[in-house]
């Protein structure tokens, strides 16, 4: 059964540095989602992205924050400086359309010093 | 924001109990999915429900959708212990492309 990968599985970077998270979505998925998970916490939605643009986002994602889908398969998550907050599981999601069930990939967790 | 409410946080029980999570929002919705979570895992979709009182079953689990669609439930019967994990309920809101909002999840602890 296909899988959404992502990769690094786990990041660990000092804090105001940059983290690019990456995911290799579903290939004949049409629409793509990140999503943050603080230890312990809900799944909370970062953005969503269709046709080669941000479709949603939420609060959480401000300036920091980038997506990019720079070839035709990869999913990838910036977070310009990061903070001590920004520590948490990354979780990747696609789905066919916008309405169907998204599939999660096994996420990065990113630990920030 | 939007909230999907989801109760309760944790149970606890013995293995052969029965188990039910409950998410309400006040917002009517467009549809709602659930979603299991193991521990050190990601969410894995278990059901979507989309009609008015709509009602599924998988095996040991029944998934129930409000008729005001407002409200939903997920009931295991007879727990095992492989049914250990995060139940989560995720909404969405409004017809179209419109992001999921996660409830809270209910963390289930089964007792052998």
């Known amino acids: 059964e296909p899988e959404v990968t992502q990769t690094p599985s786990h990041q660990v970077t000092q804090m105001g540095q940059e983290v690019i998270l990456r995911c290799v979505p579903i290939?004949?998925?049409?629409?793509f989602y990140w999503y943050r998970q603080i230890l312990g916490q809900k799944v909370e939605f970062l953005v969503s992205?269709?046709?080669?643009?941000?479709?949603?986002k939420s609060e959480i994602f401000d300036d920091q924050f980038s997506v990019e889908r720079p070839d035709g398969s990869n999913f990838t998550l910036k977070i310009r400086s990061t903070k001590l907050e920004d520590s948490a599981m990354y979780f990747c999601?696609?789905?066919?359309?916008?309405?169907?069930?998204?599939?999660f990939g096994d996420g990065t967790r990113l630990s920030i010093l | 924001g939007q909230q999907v409410m989801q109760i309760p946080q944790y149970q606890h029980v013995q293995e052969g109990e029965d188990f039910t999570t409950y998410c309400n929002s006040s917002?009517?919705?467009?549809?709602i999915q659930w979603y299991k979570q193991r521990p050190g895992g990601h969410p894995v979709f278990l059901i979507q429900?989309?009609?008015?009182?709509e009602v599924k079953k998988q095996k040991r689990l029944t998934f129930q959708f409000g008729e005001a669609k407002k409200n939903s439930s997920l009931h295991i019967t007879a727990t095992q212990t492989t049914d250990v994990g995060t139940y989560f309920c995720?909404?969405?809101?409004?017809?179209?492309?419109?992001?999921?909002?996660f409830g809270k999840g209910t963390r289930l602890s089964v007792i052998a």
């Open positions: 992205f269709y046709n080669n643009e941000i479709s949603e």
């Open positions: 290939s004949n998925h049409l629409y």
């Open positions: 429900l989309v009609k008015s009182g």
């Open positions: 917002t009517t919705l467009s549809n």
């Open positions: 995720a909404a969405t809101l409004n017809s179209g492309n419109t992001p999921l909002v």
């Open positions: 999601a696609s789905s066919p359309l916008g309405t169907q069930p998204q599939h």
